[in-house]
């Protein structure tokens, strides 16, 4: 889908809709893509079919931004729902501890002035522009009270961050009493925000290592996370917008839609997209499906072509090295070497080159891990790996 700016009239604030609507209109809002405008990601998570179902809860859910911001806005996502979800009292704050946030910080959010909006399913919705600064590599809370049954909740499942349920509407509330917990994030998948110095956003679309399994729950060790605080130590101002799905592939749907069937909505959809790190989707291709090397090659110069047609330069990773994990095999090895060989040639399409596989590889037995770098299953890196993948990003692929 084709994103083009639309002119709002200036009473209608900054309500963006894809297929949403508030409850104050009678009939659904024409479908509204974001505009490119003066938004830039800070976060993201990429939306997954499958999650809990809620009834008269308050989820608090926390993210960790890329760059800072003057201004903010929140993200929805029912784009597996099977019923048109309701949200209302959504609010921002900055996080203190747990599921506590500073009162003195909170904000309300709307949606075209309305402290209620109906996403209906398959759609998503963009919130007005709240006044609400925020602080680069911070914790942000973002909560909202889901009044109805929603069914299965859009979800992304590795969070990998605390995140809190409570019973009935206490989204306006500093503390949540006795709140569950979970590692999923729930119907939120970005927040964006105003930063005149941005120089755009990067997402980071792969699997597990991009998900950042094998490090730390509420650690932020993920290599976006890695990268982000990498580039903001060099004085960069660019978005890191983490869109890793653990076990997502490159040709096929199964944990998540694939990397060709989400990159659209997941990539070409980001506010302040300029670039995108394609990562380690099709190991989880060569395990699950075995396609051919030429038809791994080939997804991925479709990729590649449709970024370009937006004017989204693609930045390729190597795939990185998975002997003794289970799925390996010599000729899946084999395939694995033959992207790689594509990814660093002349001719791939790629505009520029992220080595995962050379920044983690064991020089003496390139098919492995170095030691240091292996969290034990010979497939994921550990924290020091996904430093070490961070690193191999050259900043001025970011240009």
């Known amino acids: 889908m084709k994103r083009t700016p639309h002119l709002l009239a200036a009473g209608a604030a900054a309500l963006l809709l894809t297929g949403a609507q508030t409850t104050a209109s009678a009939a659904p809002a024409p479908a509204l893509a974001p505009t490119a405008g003066p938004w830039t990601g800070t976060w993201a998570a990429a939306p997954q079919s499958g999650g809990d179902t809620f009834t008269r809860q308050t989820v608090r859910q926390i993210v960790r931004t890329s760059i800072a911001g003057t201004s903010a806005r929140v993200r929805l996502s029912n784009a597996f729902g099977t019923t048109p979800l309701t949200v209302e009292d959504v609010h921002l704050a900055r996080r203190t501890s747990g599921s506590s946030v500073s009162a003195a910080t909170d904000r309300t959010v709307t949606f075209g002035g309305q402290r209620t909006v109906t996403v209906p399913a398959g759609g998503s919705a963009v919130s ?3 006044a609400f600064p925020v602080a680069a590599l911070s914790d942000v809370a973002v909560s909202f009270h889901l009044p109805g049954t929603t069914g299965p909740a ?3 499942q590795s969070g990998l961050q605390t995140n809190y349920v409570a019973a009935g509407d206490v989204s306006g509330n500093a503390d949540l009493a006795n709140p569950r917990t979970t590692n999923s994030y729930y119907f939120l998948s970005g927040l964006d925000v105003v930063n005149p110095a941005a120089e755009g956003a990067v997402v980071a679309l792969g699997a597990s290592i991009t998900d950042g399994i094998a490090s730390r729950n509420d650690a932020n060790r993920r290599w976006p ?3 982000a605080s990498r580039l903001a130590g060099a004085g960069r101002t660019v978005g890191v917008l983490n869109q890793g799905i653990s076990g997502n592939q490159l040709l096929t749907d199964g944990a998540g839609q694939s990397a060709l069937n989400r990159f659209d909505r997941d990539v070409l959809s980001q506010s302040g997209v300029r670039w995108v790190i394609f990562a380690d989707d099709p190991i989880n291709d060569l395990t699950n499906t075995d396609p051919t090397a030429d038809r791994l090659i080939g997804g991925l110069r479709q990729l590649i072509a449709r970024a370009h047609e937006r004017g989204v330069k693609f930045l390729c990773s190597t795939l990185t090295p998975f002997e003794g994990a289970g799925g390996w095999k010599p000729e899946r090895e084999t395939k694995r070497a ?4 594509f ?9 520029g080159v992220i080595d995962q596989d050379a920044a983690t590889h064991d020089p003496a037995r390139p098919t492995t891990f170095l030691a240091r770098y292996d969290s034990g299953d010979h497939l994921h890196p550990n924290e020091e790996g996904l430093r070490a993948i961070a690193g191999a990003v050259d900043p001025a692929l970011l240009r």
Request: proline share 0%; glycine share 10%; with cysteine.
């Open 128 to 130: 007005d522009e709240v």
């Open 154 to 156: 859009t979800y992304h």
């Open 343 to 351: 990814v660093r040639s002349a001719g791939s399409g790629c505009d």
């Open 225 to 227: 996370n890695e990268l």
């Open 338 to 341: 033959a992207v790689n060989s």
